[in-house]
């Protein structure tokens, strides 16, 4: 007895994908959203804080992306390219809806915190998924555009340094100098919250 | 290129750093760099909690309804330039004329009627090399509605980025660093002073 086994098709790169779509093949653009939907929301949920105005800079970066294809001469991975499009979108979109007064300095927190709260273990025992965002928005606030934007790309794309540079445009270098500084801020700030 | 292998216990040299964050390594070396410093890296303390306030699943109904929009926006085709108004080409219409009939009056005005004109000698400085237009748009894609008199000459027009614009002032901006230009070595500058500009907002300062 013989078995017969058929090949897995291979898993079509992003290039093929996007030249399925410039070729009219609309189910290519539903695999290229399924592929990146995920990181595409968490980072503009993150510079936006809400469901709606983060799935508005989804949808946003991918229309833009898909129709300035021409632009994308593949300097970079489609990823980086649709997530710094997006992560642009979403600061945009911050700028409109007026994001940083929604997040000044000055609202309250939701939950007070007191001792060593910024632990992982702690963050399980005590604060609320939602309480721990508000706070790490507020902290986010105190950053530039820049240092904001790069350190969302990072923290929650998940992009290395090198990924980050290339949808930054700019050098691994100054990716590690911005986000030297962001986390400094960053630290400034939750320990101020800590001792309030 | 021969590169030194990444110590794996004490990581790279300053000189490996150094070629690391300038580009230079090979990308095996490079992603060596870059798996060290993931792995001995001093925000610990911050990716756990980024992780853990990470927005929750959406429902697979919520991304359907955005894809479809994607599909329907992407499917459109695009609105063809936007041409100006008949009403800005009546204004602009007016004003040519009245222009025109102002310096044909100037004109036909004898020399002894019209007053003397200081002999002092005015220059007008030449645009140097620094001040070329850097375009952004193409003037049939702009409709211009109103400009206030102070920005009228600050006005910069070319293929719009995929970011967005947005009027500022140079006081409003602080440069933190400047790379130069990796073809010509030229620094970018900064006008000092209240300067409207325009900035595009591509996201890499």
């Not at chain 1, 994001?99 to 709260?117: F, K, N, V, W």
């Not at chain 2, 300067?195 to 890499?204: A, H, Y």
Request: proline fraction near 8%.
């Amino acid at each position: 007895m013989s078995a017969i086994t058929a090949p897995c098709p291979p898993i079509p790169g992003d290039d093929d994908l996007l030249a399925r779509f410039a070729a009219g093949e609309r189910h290519a653009l539903d695999e290229l959203f399924r592929r990146y939907r995920q990181p595409a929301y968490r980072v503009a949920y993150r510079l936006l804080g809400n469901e709606p105005d983060a799935l508005d800079a989804v949808q946003e970066g991918f229309v833009k992306v898909l129709t300035h294809l021409h632009g994308f001469q593949g300097r970079s991975s489609f990823k980086t390219w649709l997530l710094r499009v997006i992560s642009n979108a979403a600061l945009d979109l911050g700028r409109q809806r007026g994001r940083r007064e929604m997040l000044s300095l000055d609202a309250p927190l939701a939950e007070s915190l007191d001792g060593q709260l910024l632990k992982e273990e702690d963050v399980g025992r005590g604060l609320e998924r939602a309480d721990l965002r508000v706070l790490l928005d507020r902290a986010l606030s105190t950053l530039s555009e820049t240092q904001r934007q790069t350190f969302v790309l990072y923290a929650d794309a998940g992009l290395s340094y090198r990924e980050v540079a290339e949808a930054m445009e700019t050098s691994i270098g100054t990716v590690m100098s911005r986000l030297y500084y962001a986390r400094q801020k960053l630290r400034a700030f939750l320990s101020a919250e800590q001792e309030t | 290129m021969t590169q030194q292998p990444i110590h794996p216990e004490q990581g790279p040299t300053p000189e490996q750093l150094a070629a690391f964050t300038e580009g230079g390594l090979d990308p095996e070396a490079s992603a060596q760099v870059e798996a060290w410093l993931a792995d001995h890296s001093d925000d610990h303390d911050l990716l756990p909690l980024f992780r853990e306030s990470a927005p929750a699943e959406l429902p697979e109904a919520t991304w359907n309804a955005t894809l479809a929009r994607i599909h329907e926006r992407v499917s459109t085709p695009a609105r063809p330039p936007l041409r100006p108004r008949w009403g800005f080409r009546l204004l602009v219409g007016f004003t040519a004329a009245a222009t025109a009939a102002a310096l044909a009056g100037v004109w036909l005005i004898p020399p002894w009627l019209t007053p003397q004109p200081d002999r002092s000698i005015v220059v007008t400085p030449a645009p140097g090399e620094d001040d070329e237009p850097f375009p952004v748009a193409l003037a049939r894609e702009v409709n211009i509605i109103s400009v206030h008199p102070r920005d009228a000459d600050a006005i910069v027009m070319g293929a719009p980025l995929l970011g967005s614009l947005e009027w500022a002032e140079s006081e409003d901006i602080e440069v933190i660093d400047a790379d130069p230009h990796p073809v010509d070595g030229q620094v970018p500058w900064l006008e000092e002073g209240p300067v409207p500009m325009i900035l595009v907002s591509t996201g890499d300062r």
